[in-house]
């Protein structure tokens, strides 16, 4: 296999096209048509389990990129129940309007945001986050909305994560 497979002309990152392949097939597979019928037989179950062994690697890589995202998503719901702890100033259970409004001031003295917080924003994200308009935002409701605007690397997400307990201890602190 290694000889007919040497004689093909490849390109430099080693891919064969279909016409190269049959081309250069014809000039490698010498013999008598018992002995080339043997030899195609032999490489078609070779090419076989290759194509088995790539399948099953493919279906490997998903299945270990699936837990992998599982796990991600479990880690950053960990930490935004955390997020959510430090951000329920009051301890009622939910986070108002009120503490979010601090909050986000708060990130504009600490210099973790550069634009002003104002009431039109703060009111804008309540809206985005309390999914039963009750005008406070609970625990599933605030690690919904931010699951999906939490984004980047892992260093990137601690990051924010940092950011987001150390503006709320700043609110208690005052």
Request: some cysteine; glycine content about 6%.
């Amino acid at each position: 296999n290694k000889r007919v497979v040497q004689r093909l002309p490849a390109d430099p990152e080693g891919w064969i096209t279909r016409a190269d392949f049959v081309s250069g097939f014809e000039s490698a597979v010498e013999g008598t048509d018992i002995q080339v019928a043997s030899r195609i037989k032999e490489l078609k179950e070779v090419a076989g389990y290759v194509r088995r062994q790539v399948a099953l690697q493919a279906s490997t890589d998903k299945k270990k990129h699936a837990i992998l995202r599982q796990k991600q998503l479990k880690l950053r719901e960990q930490q935004l129940d955390k997020v959510f702890d430090a951000f329920d100033i009051d301890g009622s259970g939910f986070i108002e309007p009120s503490e979010l409004l601090q909050l986000g001031a708060a990130r504009k003295k600490l210099k973790q945001r550069s634009r002003e917080w104002s009431c039109a924003k703060n009111q804008a994200l309540v809206a985005k986050l309390d999914l039963n308009k009750d005008g406070l935002v609970s625990r599933a409701e605030f690690i919904l909305g931010f699951q999906s605007s939490v984004m980047g690397s892992d260093t990137e997400v601690d990051l924010r994560m940092k950011e987001f307990e150390e503006v709320a201890n700043f609110v208690r602190s005052q």
